[in-house]
């Protein structure tokens, strides 16, 4: 609410001191929020004046139409007489007037309700920070047992869920990301190259680049970047669309129906992309030694024919091999952070989009630690 100018304030309040020290307040005209109402604070300096006024009535024998405009008016002015221990006689307002005041007045505002008067102490907040991981770390591992008792089930032939699903995740998984995979990993492949050929050409060892494309993208950066895309691409995916399950209580139903969510809904999405990753980071790989071919042909004016017999000179099997299994472990770790935050999303849409966020932090910070690991893993058994 504005505050009135003069000529408002004529038209709609007038304020008047009796001679037994009662100030008068007449509401006049309408009283709707689509006007500029006065403010409750043109009262204070009448209240304020000298003598004070000892008791304030209202006057409403003139009023028009009102709404909550002039509540809160009132609740305003009567806020004012109770800080300063003024009586307010509200007798001339109308019954709805009263009532209404009177319902705003028995539900005190909670203690502590505006914002920025809340804060919980140091150790208060370090406790509950606490717990709150101990119940995720505790979430997550039930979430693991269960499904590692779902695919004991699924080699024994007791896993419940629908081929077709399965079918149609690795569509998704697979054939439909091959677009975003070949773009990426052929510009990854590309920015290498010509990062390795400002500095070998200074020693005239331009050839070495196909070394660096091709070993750097077979044991990190294919498997790497290819995990990355996944975890934007499918792992927000799997959680939104679980997410979205849950809010619906599709996942409530297969429930009452006898049927294991986990079994019917997650075990085809891990399944799905576990196979899928290390075709995906096959593919990545290829994709990246031609970006770098790209760069020593166009750039370095190599042969394509010299640029491959060096990559292939280059390379090895083991580390195709490691590559693979990265790519097998990050698709794991994905599809588990996907399907767990889609799990654990709440009963709003806007809870879905938070939940595919989380689904995609967590899938990238799994990798990053899942590739130090096998960075760690690899310099100790020299391979």
Request: glycine share 12%; with cysteine; net charge neutral.
């Amino acid at each position: 609410m504005t505050d009135a100018n003069p000529n408002t304030q004529r038209e709609l309040l007038s304020l008047e001191r009796g001679a037994d020290s009662t100030l008068t307040i007449r509401l006049l005209g309408k009283w709707h929020l689509n006007r500029a109402l006065p403010a409750a604070g043109l009262v204070n300096s009448e209240l304020s004046a000298t003598p004070a006024p000892r008791r304030v009535a209202f006057d409403a024998s003139q009023l028009g139409g009102w709404d909550s405009g002039l509540v809160s008016f009132l609740e305003g002015v009567s806020e004012l007489c109770r800080t300063r221990g003024i009586a307010a006689d509200r007798s001339g307002l109308p019954a709805g007037v009263q009532r209404l005041l009177a319902l705003a007045e028995a539900v005190p505002e909670k203690q502590g309700a505006r914002s920025g008067e809340v804060r919980a102490p140091f150790f208060a907040r370090v406790g509950n920070a606490t717990i709150d991981y101990v119940r995720a770390a505790g979430e997550v591992m039930a979430f693991v047992g269960d499904l590692s008792r779902a695919t004991v089930g699924l080699v024994t032939g007791r896993a419940r869920f629908r081929r077709i699903d399965l079918l149609e995740n690795i569509q998704n998984c697979g054939a439909n990301a091959v677009g975003i995979v070949t773009l990426i990993s052929f510009l990854v492949g590309v920015i290498l190259a010509f990062m390795g050929a400002v500095q070998l050409q200074q020693f005239g060892a331009a050839i070495y680049v196909a070394d660096l494309v091709g070993i750097g993208m077979l044991r990190e950066m294919g498997a790497m970047m290819t995990a990355i895309i996944m975890s934007g691409r499918t792992g927000a995916a799997f959680a939104a669309q679980l997410g979205t399950m849950k809010v619906t209580q599709e996942t409530d139903a297969l429930t009452t129906m006898g049927i294991s969510p986990l079994e019917f809904l997650v075990l085809p999405r891990v399944i799905a992309l576990v196979l899928m990753m290390p075709l995906l980071c096959l593919y990545s790989d290829f994709m990246g030694i031609l970006g770098g071919a790209f760069v020593g042909v166009a750039m370095l004016g190599l042969s394509f024919t010299s640029y491959m017999r060096e990559t292939i000179h280059a390379i090895s099997l083991s580390n195709l091999f490691i590559g693979l299994v990265k790519a097998t472990v990050y698709g794991g770790l994905i599809a588990m952070a996907g399907c767990l935050r889609g799990f654990q999303c709440g009963n709003s849409s806007s809870a879905v989009g938070d939940a595919a966020t989380r689904a995609v932090v967590s899938s990238i910070v799994l990798v990053v630690i899942a590739c130090g690991v096998f960075a760690f893993l690899t310099n100790v058994l020299g391979i």
